[in-house]
């Protein structure tokens, strides 16, 4: 890979990862590349900015500017995702995506009655699947081995559900409707991966491995499966609805990391825990100085116990006091520096704290 010179040994890292066998943390860092001219910026929000086909080929020389001003250190990689929003599943169903540039999100949600929706159709020709298909063919050709393209943010199951009925309103049919959301669930999940496995074939053409939003890196396709939902359910009725989808789901996928969404979500985690076909567990506090609260060390300490723990830290200093008081084996950080000086300060310092705990 051009933007990082150690990637054959990078790849190794992360294959003993995904097999829960790396001894070692694994560190992510990027930083502005010493002596570059400086990013111009990427966001990986450009590509619903201004969904125009024909702006795709000027975005992409854009990212391309982005990685050569980049420095991409430990086991961080460049990684084009094609993000039109958290989601998409349910607008390549219902045609509707409402993008808001002032909060940089995009939005799904529609109130449709279950017979509508059971009456819902996937249609080859929808133009955000298009879309997002033609993006990947692009980016592929583009890339060249230089960069990874990740699959789009497809979303939870029940998370579509919800962008389908509105959240309220599915937590009501839980009590009122379940017949719906089993069905609902069913087919959705069909459909789920018909698409998983279409762009995972395109982005497969390239043989550079696989990845998504969260920015992992593996050889076969992968996915962070979620339900941001639950945080609003009882771990009886996740049980009841979610766990089947979540089982389903990677009894399909060669591999899967939890998206565990802030604290709403620990209530489901010892049944999260059980799943063999989840590798890891990525946690996201409400707060970012949430990381070094004893509460906060004994749930990254009992994931670690069974699971990988994946975290994305915005202070890198942060990176090195969890290193401090954390097992590193199944554990990856990412995080970013100002500069590449910082960058390597930060692994080299790393480094050095993998002796307290071999």
């Not at 900015?49 to 854009?62: C, G, Q």
């Not at 989808?245 to 209530?267: C, F, K, N, S, T």
Request: net charge negative; aromatic share 12%.
């Amino acid at each position: 890979m051009l933007y990082n010179q150690d990637w054959e040994r990078v790849k190794e890292l992360y294959k003993a990862w995904w097999k829960q066998e790396q001894e070692e943390a694994l560190i992510s860092v990027t930083a502005s590349r010493a002596g570059a001219s400086g990013p111009r910026g990427w966001s990986n929000w450009e590509l619903v900015r201004d969904p125009d086909p024909s702006a795709v080929d000027t975005k992409l020389e854009r990212f391309r500017d982005y990685c050569s001003n980049t420095f991409f250190g430990g086991t961080a990689f460049p990684l084009l995702w094609i993000n039109l929003g958290p989601g998409v599943l349910a607008a390549y169903l219902t045609d509707y995506l409402l993008y808001d540039p002032r909060t940089e999100t995009s939005w799904f949600e529609v109130k449709l009655d279950w017979e509508s929706i059971a009456a819902l159709e996937f249609k080859e020709d929808n133009r955000w699947w298009q879309y997002t298909k033609q993006v990947a063919e692009m980016a592929v050709e583009e890339s060249n081995g230089d960069f990874i393209v990740g699959v789009t943010d497809l979303g939870g199951i029940m998370d579509v559900i919800a962008s389908l009925r509105t959240s309220a309103q599915l937590l009501l049919d839980l009590y009122d409707y379940p017949e719906q959301i089993s069905s609902a669930s069913a087919w959705i999940i069909d459909l789920w991966h018909r698409c998983f496995d279409e762009l995972t074939a395109i982005i497969g053409k390239a043989e550079c491995g696989f990845s998504a939003w969260m920015g992992l890196w593996h050889e076969e396709p992968w996915y962070p499966i979620q339900c941001d939902f639950s945080a609003m359910i009882s771990p009886a009725m996740f049980e009841k609805f979610v766990l089947p989808q979540l089982e389903e789901q990677v009894r399909r996928l060669p591999a899967a990391v939890y998206h565990l969404d802030g604290p709403g979500e620990v209530p489901h985690l010892d049944m999260l825990l059980e799943i063999d076909g989840i590798q890891g567990i990525q946690w996201v506090p409400v707060r970012f100085d949430e990381y070094l609260t004893s509460e906060s060390i004994a749930l990254f300490r009992k994931i670690l116990e069974k699971k990988n723990l994946v975290m994305h830290v915005p202070d890198w200093k942060t990176v090195l006091e969890l290193l401090e008081v954390l097992p590193h084996r199944g554990l990856l950080l990412s995080t970013s520096c100002q500069t590449e000086a910082e960058a390597r300060y930060l692994l080299e310092s790393a480094a050095k704290l993998r002796h307290k705990w071999f």
